[in-house]
């Protein structure tokens, strides 16, 4: 069963980091791209980043460029997003997910999604 | 303000059938990118309902089904069961943005 498990989520003041990680079994994760998508309290669902299986490209939505880093760790099974010069509006639920094996990427499986909170 | 645009809203009586649009531009699906649809049931997260188009991932019940021409797409659900009460969206993938997109959103309401 493929399982997709985030961690890190919580309160943090304006400018400040987080790391958000996400463990990952079930599935072979070495074989798969992978993402962060987000989800502002009782708005849309809104992609943030993905990242190639080897992880040798890596790609963000323009809001967070320069702030977020997406990286991953094949050994460990394990998805991870760095967060810095956080603002209000990364206020978000952040779901890991699977990129699907599709022409068009999509999701094919969620994590439960961890909670992002900025404020001061 | 999202890249493809859904109604905010639709709603159907238990057994009828309801549509929610999806509308992008020339450098979505008007491109030729497929467009995928997620479930997301109240307090939970989102589940992937149609893939490329019209396809079904295994589980989801043949009354969702997916379309697409030019610029828009659409997800038809027939038989409406109260448990079918969610929010719907669609995404795909825009060449001038270099990422996915995802719509609004459509909260379905059984009523």
């Known amino acids: 069963e493929v399982q997709l498990v985030e961690s890190g989520g919580g309160l943090v003041q304006p400018g400040g980091s987080l790391r958000l990680s996400c463990a990952a079994s079930g599935f072979t994760f070495s074989s798969y791209w992978m993402s962060w998508v987000r989800q502002a309290p009782g708005k849309g669902l809104e992609w943030v980043a993905n990242i190639k299986q080897d992880g040798s490209e890596k790609y963000y939505v323009d809001s967070v460029k320069g702030r977020f880093t997406i990286s991953r760790d094949n050994a460990k099974n394990s998805l991870y997003l760095q967060m810095n010069s956080l603002r209000a509006e990364d206020t978000a639920v952040y779901y890991c997910?699977?990129?699907?094996?599709?022409?068009?990427?999509?999701?094919?499986?969620w994590g439960q999604g961890t909670l992002v909170t900025v404020s001061s | 303000q999202s890249v493809l645009t859904q109604p905010p809203s639709v709603s159907g009586a238990p057994g009828q059938r309801v549509t929610i649009s999806c509308t992008g531009s020339s450098s979505n699906i008007g491109a030729g990118y497929d467009v995928h649809w997620y479930q997301q049931l109240p307090g939970t997260a989102p589940k992937l309902l149609i893939y490329?188009?019209?396809n079904r991932p295994s589980g989801v019940p043949d009354r969702f089904s997916g379309s697409k021409s030019g610029t828009s797409a659409s997800l038809a659900i027939t038989g409406l069961q109260a448990e079918d009460e969610a929010d719907y969206y669609c995404q795909s993938y825009d060449s001038s943005l270099s990422g996915w997109v995802f719509g609004g959103g459509t909260k379905l309401t059984v009523l």
């Open positions: 997910a699977r990129d699907g094996q599709t022409v068009t990427p999509s999701v094919d499986y």
């Open positions: 490329g188009n019209n």
